[in-house]
């Protein structure tokens, strides 16, 4: 039955192109340029993410990263993207799908971030109305989800701007910079106006 369908990229994910970015599954060739605009952009991520492990940068715990995301995909629990900006290929960000919830919720959350160069440039709502037809079309969900933290002003923008509708508050929802940290909820449907 259709409604329950199941998708699987077992092989190669298809790139994926918006205004001004391209996304695309990250290989192990983009280490150095991913761990170093991580690195440059350390303060400007860290207080809205997951503590980083401290040997998160570096090539080892890149290709364990790198065979976690090939697991997720090979079984439809998420697909992370890198973005590129299109005029020169720099590597500007990431954006993630995850938590893909099939039965009768056809549900996933997407969780993002930019490098602190690349920042209030737009690439990110280029690559989240870049990503919604892939999620909503490919993937046939139903429902995306994000959730962040109220006091990130960039990010309650981000999705207010990107058409998701705020539907609650969910307390000690996250552990993030080794807190847990209340969150606001937000989602976009497959029918919701753009
Ligand atoms: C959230 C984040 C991914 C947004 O990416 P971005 O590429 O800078 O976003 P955009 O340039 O597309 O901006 C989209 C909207 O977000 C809001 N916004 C972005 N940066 C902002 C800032 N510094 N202050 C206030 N609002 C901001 C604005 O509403 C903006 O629209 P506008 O420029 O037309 O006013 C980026 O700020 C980031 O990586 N932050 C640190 C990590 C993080 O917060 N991750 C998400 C955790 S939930």
Not at 141 to 153: F, G, M, Q, S, Y
Request: net charge positive; proline share 5%; charged share 25%.
């Amino acid at each position: 039955m259709a409604f329950f369908r199941t998708v699987s990229f077992a092989e190669v994910l298809p790139a994926i192109t918006g205004a001004g970015v391209m996304l695309r599954a990250p290989t192990s060739s983009d280490f150095a340029e991913w761990a170093s605009v991580r690195e440059a952009s350390r303060d400007f991520l860290t207080p809205w993410e997951p503590t980083w492990p401290a040997d998160d940068l570096t090539r080892g715990a890149f290709r364990r990263r790198l065979k976690r995301y090939a697991e997720d995909q090979r079984n439809d629990q998420a697909y992370a993207f890198l973005i590129f900006r299109s005029e020169d290929s720099a590597l500007v960000g990431g954006l993630t799908l995850a938590n893909i919830r099939r039965g009768v919720a056809q549900a996933g959350s997407i969780g993002y971030w930019v490098g602190a160069p690349f920042a209030r440039k737009g690439y990110m709502t280029a690559a989240v109305e870049a990503l919604v037809p892939f999620c909503f079309g490919t993937l046939r969900l139903h429902r995306l989800e994000a959730a962040c933290i109220p006091e990130n002003k960039a990010s309650v923008g981000l999705l207010e701007k990107t058409g998701f509708q705020r539907e609650g508050y969910a307390r000690k929802y996250l552990c993030i910079n080794g807190v847990w940290q209340d969150h606001l909820l937000y989602a976009r449907l497959q029918d919701d106006p753009g």
